[in-house]
């Protein structure tokens, strides 16, 4: 049995990551892991918030 926490809020696929915006789960297929967003957020234009 694979090592799975959550599912991907966007399919309900098993998911290994979370979104570094909203911090939902998403699979493989919904994640970009070049900027650490979902699909979900990547799509609306979201962008990360520098710290200052």
Known sequence: MPDVAALCHIC???SK???KMCGRPACDM???P???L????K???R???RQV
């Open 38 to 41: 979902c699909s979900s957020c």
């Open 17 to 19: 990551h979370t979104c």
């Open 30 to 32: 919904h994640y970009d």
């Open 43 to 45: 799509g609306r234009g």
């Open 12 to 14: 309900g696929m098993p």
């Open 47 to 49: 962008t990360m918030k």
């Open 34 to 36: 070049a900027s650490g």
